[in-house]
């Protein structure tokens, strides 16, 4: 299977985004969705996991959730900051195989 | 504090062999599967490994399938990959995360095919 993200969005400081992550072959509800963020000359961090849970330290103004009827994950970012700005990836996995979606690089305005 | 580092990065030609490590700490390793994945320069996120908690399951990407190989030493809380047939394309930051929330991640080690 594979997933789809936007390459890239925009947005300005304090306002909302939100990154889609469509899963093409199987259900997307099927298996939990990651999102990781990493920035310029990092690596990844975990920004949300089994779908729509924080790990201790993600601010909520990062949220995850799932839609069926569109097989696809999205990652919303509220109240954007600068800081912000990197690249997102979601990841889900079936059957010993992982998936990464190719990435969406978010700038913030 | 649970902690990946990845090292045994290097220049390689093409054709040669290479074996990276990752050492765990702040976890028992015996108690996870864990996962190889890279990043080639400016590109995605790519999984290319997976290896259950006593070896007995072990995954390839079709990307270095017959090429790589991992493998694991929980008594030394250490996993490793083995490259062999190494392309120009194999040219990436390689990390080992852990199951299943493929988390954390190390600062990688880069490994550059090139003649």
């Known amino acids: 299977f594979t997933l789809t993200q936007p390459p890239s969005v925009s947005e300005s400081p304090g306002k909302t985004v939100t990154i889609s992550c469509t899963r093409f072959g199987g259900s997307i509800a099927s298996k939990f969705v990651q999102w990781f963020q990493q920035r310029p000359g990092a690596p990844p961090t975990t920004l949300i996991y089994e779908n729509d849970q924080r790990p201790s330290g993600v601010p909520g103004r990062f949220a995850g959730s799932v839609d069926s009827s569109s097989n696809s994950a999205s990652l919303t970012i509220s109240g954007l900051r600068t800081e912000d700005e990197a690249d997102y990836y979601c990841?889900?996995?079936?059957?010993?195989?992982?998936?990464f979606g190719g990435g969406t690089r978010l700038t913030v305005l | 504090e649970v902690q990946l580092e990845e090292s045994g990065g290097g220049l390689v030609q093409p054709g040669g062999s290479l074996r990276l490590s990752c050492a765990a700490s702040?976890?028992?390793?015996?108690?996870?599967?864990m996962h190889w994945a890279r990043q080639a320069p400016g590109k995605g996120l790519e999984w290319i490994s997976y290896i259950n908690p006593d070896s007995s399951s072990i995954n390839y990407a079709d990307s270095v399938k017959g090429r790589f190989s991992v493998s694991r030493d929980n008594a030394k809380n250490s996993l490793y990959l083995q490259m062999n047939s190494l392309r120009v394309e194999d040219t990436a930051v390689y990390y080992c995360v852990r199951d299943p929330w493929l988390d954390p991640w190390g600062q990688g080690t880069l490994v550059t095919v090139s003649s």
């Open positions: 702040g976890f028992t390793l015996s108690s996870y599967s």
């Open positions: 990841q889900s996995h079936d059957n010993l195989i992982q998936v």
